[in-house]
Antibody
Framework: EMQLVESGGGLAQPGGSLRLSCAAS????????MHWVRQAPGKGLIYVAG????????QYADSAKGRFTISRDNSRNTLSLQMNSLRADDTAVYYC?????????WGQGTMLTVSS | QAGLTQPPSVSRDLRQTATLTCTGN????????AAWLQQHQGHPPKLLSD???NRPSGISARLSASRSGNTASLTITELQPEDEADYYC???????????FGGGTKLTVL
């Protein structure tokens, strides 16, 4: 069974940093683009960042450029998102998702709250 | 970052047909097509149709996706109570070099 499990969310201070992780299983992880998508409470889905299967190419939404860094460890089937300079509007559920002509496998999400 | 445009809400009667729309431009929907996702409250999204309008295994044949120019559509026939959910479209945008989402449509089955 294909599965994605996010972790690392919680409460962070404005201006602080946090690292999210996503553990993948049930598919050949290194052959897929993987992405982070977030959803603020009661709001819609917002694209954050993506990374190619071999880690050699990345994509970022404007809101993430310069603050967030996506990475992957194919030896551990793990996707990560390093988030720096956090702001209140980064508060959201963060999902990792697999891309196959669309986002076809999703995790349950991990909640990040940015507040003092 | 510019996204895709979806009507905020659509209401239809039980067993009727609903067509949800998603409008983009020539850099996203018009170029690469759009994928459709369904999200029930408190759950992660689920892919209903990929950007080639193919349904993943297990998705009901009552759902069909299409595209005309820069507008993608998702049609759901014989509406059931479980179809009541939020629906999102998504597309790769070649000018932004990033994926974009629509704002979502809340489908209410009366």
């Amino acid at each position: 069974e294909m599965q994605l499990v996010e972790s690392g969310g919680g409460l962070a201070q404005p201006g602080g940093s946090l690292r999210l992780s996503c553990a993948a299983s049930g598919f050949t992880f290194n052959t897929y683009w993987m992405h982070w998508v977030r959803q603020a409470p009661g709001k819609g889905l917002i694209y954050v960042a993506g990374i190619r299967g071999d880690g050699g190419d990345t994509q970022y939404a404007d809101s993430a450029k310069g603050r967030f860094t996506i990475s992957r460890d194919n030896s551990r089937n793990t996707l990560s998102l390093q988030m720096n300079s956090l702001r209140a509007d980064d508060t959201a559920v963060y999902y990792c998702a697999r891309e196959a002509d669309g986002f076809d496998v999703w995790g349950q999400g991990t909640m990040l709250t940015v507040s003092s | 970052q510019a996204g895709l445009t979806q009507p905020p809400s659509v209401s239809r009667d039980l067993r009727q047909t609903a067509t949800l729309t998603c409008t983009g431009n020539s850099n996203n929907v018009g170029d690469q097509g759009a994928a459709w996702l369904q999200q029930h409250q408190g759950h992660p999204p689920k892919l209903l149709s990929d950007r080639n309008n193919n349904r993943p295994s297990g998705i009901s044949a009552r759902l069909s996706a299409s595209r005309s120019g820069n507008t993608a559509s998702l049609t759901i026939t014989e509406l059931q109570p479980e179809d009541e959910a939020d629906y999102y479209c998504s597309a790769w945008d070649s000018s932004l070099s990033a994926w974009v989402f629509g704002g979502g449509t809340k489908l209410t089955v009366l």
